[in-house]
């Protein structure tokens, strides 16, 4: 998500059951180049990762494993990624590739969803970050679907290049988020990757029972949620909306690593308060300007917060 999965975020998240975060979109360029741009773009915590019981089929014993963090660049050229990934690598995971991004700054920029068709680049990017890092080391890419012989194609040659594994979003570069999402299409997306590497069902998941669902019609191997967990951060828990706990522990959490930019944290809050609040009281919410107003309002509806 662009902007919105912060540290402050990662780490909520990472304590309602979601195995798996990936910061904002990185520019791979700028990263490798400045700094300054590392500095503003990533921050991360031991802390961060969440703990889980993995349970195997089969009835075998539950393992506690960690949870993972992957960083999301956006890249044309190899060099670029794989420098980035290099100075990136000792505090992730893994990265992935965006090659979704449908905005069209980015499609200009020759990055995002530029790269659907463009199978041979995604394939010297993968292969150049991996053969910096190693093979042991996580590079996936996240793709929007396309025409079927185009996806296919895609899917297939970054798996020549040794991409871990694919997040496919059901819908086009053209569509909107308020466009359903294309289950079939994702589907055909698990078929295409003929079982090489696993395939991660993205788009409309809003609860557990949509990602129950997602899994049983495109037999993905996972689901990734976006706008979903802004809305509801303990969606994976099972929780069917924000509960009030989790708001709290968003401020502490923002407040421990030093606060985010008003903008940002007004809208977190606005997105996790969405389904609580009526019309007028929307309107008052998005009035306020400052941080101490958003937590006076919060106190005001009886949530307990850091002093």
């Known amino acids: 998500m662009v902007r919105y999965s912060k540290l402050p975020f990662r780490h909520l998240v990472s304590l309602y059951d979601v195995h798996i975060t990936h910061t904002p979109m990185i520019l791979a360029r700028e990263f490798s180049r400045s700094s300054i741009a590392r500095s503003a773009d990533f921050s991360s915590s031991h802390h961060e990762r969440g703990l889980f019981l993995l349970r195997p089929k089969g009835g075998k014993q539950p393992t506690l494993v960690r949870g993972a963090l ?12 794989a420098d980035a990934a290099e100075l990136i690598s000792p505090w992730v995971d893994g990265i992935d590739l965006n090659c979704g991004c449908p905005q069209p700054w980015a499609y200009t920029e020759h990055i995002g969803s530029w790269l ?14 991996k053969d910096r890092l190693g093979w042991n080391f996580s590079v996936s890419i996240k793709i929007r679907v396309d025409e079927p012989k185009q996806t296919e194609r895609l899917i297939q040659t970054a798996i020549r290049a040794g991409v871990d594994y694919v997040t496919v979003h059901g819908r086009t570069r053209h569509q909107a988020s308020t466009a359903p999402v294309n289950l079939p299409t994702i ?6 990757a003929k079982g090489e590497v696993p395939i991660v069902a993205n788009g409309d998941a809003w609860s557990m029972e949509d990602v129950l669902r997602i899994r049983t019609e495109t037999v993905a191997q996972g689901v990734m949620s976006a706008r979903g967990l802004l809305a509801n951060p303990a969606l994976f828990a099972g929780y069917r909306s924000t509960p009030a706990e989790a708001i709290t522990r968003f401020v502490e959490i923002a407040t421990s690593y030093g606060g985010l930019p008003f903008a940002l944290f007004h809208r977190h809050i606005a997105c996790m308060l969405e389904e609580r609040l009526g019309r007028a009281e929307k309107t008052y919410f998005n009035s306020l300007t400052s941080h101490a107003g958003v937590l006076d309002y919060l106190e005001g509806r009886g949530l307990s917060l850091p002093k």
């Open 70 to 81: 992957v960083a999301q660049f956006a890249a044309t050229e190899p060099r670029h990624l």
């Open 116 to 129: 659907l068709r463009k199978p041979e680049v995604v394939y010297d990017l993968v292969r150049a970050t």
């Open 187 to 192: 589907r055909f997306a698990v078929d295409a």
